[in-house]
């Protein structure tokens, strides 16, 4: 693909821009460990986090989807996560430079997530990103969430932007097939919460992109007034 240019950087947050992990996996076994069952391997729940409480309480209770204690687990979870925001959430080692540098060169950057307002508003504000960020569309802002393209379509919108001036990062196949279908490029994070089944080089995305350097290097000179 060649480097068309792009206007508007839209970010999805957990396991793209944000690494979380770190604070999902300390719920989910502190969780267990509340109910007596023996903590799972970090990277058992890491691969899952980009899929949210649902496929990690999938992971972690022991109960059928459809019962009462696996709903009771998922809302623990939850609950846990929330009042332990951000403690062990951090950028992702190279990303607060690409950030910056999209700060400096007055290059506009949005976040697109499925995870609800009332964990991804607090969280970014935490992590001091709120205020920086154009846009942020949360799992819970319209009525559908990706796939759907309407999310991308809407923080398009509201940065100004054409989707196809657009291009989305994210780490989950949802998002490409979401980023595909408002018209935008998309790429997707090599680094993020992919598990041992996922084939991100069959997902149809225009980059694949090993770390935040190279999301930044392959960015860089895809910018208006970006020097060759």
């Known amino acids: 693909m060649t480097r068309a240019t792009a206007r508007t ?4 947050l957990d396991g793209t821009l944000l690494d979380t992990a770190p604070d999902f996996a300390w719920a989910v076994n502190e969780v267990r460990r509340a109910h007596g069952d023996p903590p799972l391997d970090y990277a058992a729940i890491r691969a899952v986090v980009s899929h949210g409480s649902l496929a990690m309480t999938r992971l972690a209770c022991a109960h059928t989807e459809d019962s009462e204690p696996f709903t009771a687990f998922r809302q623990q979870l939850l ?68 796939p759907h393209p309407a999310p991308l379509l809407l923080a398009a919108e509201q940065t ?3 989707p196809r001036d657009c291009i989305y990062i994210g780490d989950a ?18 680094y993020g919460y992919l598990c041992a089944e996922d084939q991100p080089e069959r997902w149809g995305a225009d980059v694949l992109a090993e770390s935040p350097a190279a999301v930044r290097a392959w960015l860089r000179d895809g910018f208006p007034g970006a020097e060759a």
Not at 173 to 190: C, F, S
């Open 9 to 12: 950087v839209l970010f999805d």
């Open 79 to 146: 609950d846990t996560y929330r009042d332990n925001l951000a403690i062990r959430t951090r950028l992702f080692a190279g990303m607060g430079e690409l950030l910056d540098e999209f700060d400096e060169r007055g290059i506009c950057w949005g976040i697109v997530t499925n995870k609800p307002a009332w964990l991804t508003n607090p969280l970014l504000e935490r992590m001091q990103l709120g205020k920086r960020a154009a846009t942020v569309v949360s799992g819970d802002t319209l009525a559908h969430s990706k």
């Open 160 to 162: 100004g932007s054409a």
């Open 173 to 190: 196949e949802r998002d490409v097939i979401a980023g595909k279908a408002a018209g935008m490029r998309t790429m997707v994070a090599l």
